[in-house]
């Protein structure tokens, strides 16, 4: 099993940053593929980024690529998620995922079915 818990989350402006951050217990999260996702009030949950096991390999939706960047430090156990220029869209609450169906998978998950454990969420207002 994978336990996953987001921090980082906050009430910030326009073109302000954020650094969010998803601690991982158990034995899996180091050949797990992990994603983040948001969801705003009354849409879908979205995938935002997902990076490969080995941290090597990413992916960003259009929505916020070039301004976002994720990332896992492998010693700590922690995918980051590096948000930077925040616009009012960015207004979500935003998950960390495992995707534990295969170890060392090299292929991604663009399917929020395919992701086995969820974290409990943390919360991103960005005001204009």
């Known amino acids: 099993q994978v336990q996953l818990v987001e921090s980082g989350g906050g009430l910030v402006q326009a073109g302000d940053s954020l650094r969010l951050s998803c601690a991982a217990s158990g034995r899996t999260f180091s050949s797990s593929n992990m994603g983040w996702f948001r969801q705003a009030p009354g849409k879908e949950r979205e995938l935002v980024a997902i990076i490969n096991w080995a941290g090597g390999r990413t992916y960003y939706a259009d929505s916020v690529k070039g301004r976002v960047t994720i990332s896992r430090d492998s010693a700590k156990n922690t995918v980051y998620l590096q948000m930077n220029s925040l616009i009012p869209e960015d207004t979500a609450v935003y998950y960390c995922?495992?995707?534990?169906?295969?170890?060392?998978?090299?292929?991604?998950?663009?399917?929020?079915?395919?992701?086995?454990?969820w974290g409990q969420g943390t919360q991103v207002t960005v005001s204009s």
């Open positions: 995922a495992a995707d534990t169906r295969r170890r060392y998978s090299t292929t991604f998950s663009f399917n929020r079915q395919e992701y086995a454990y």
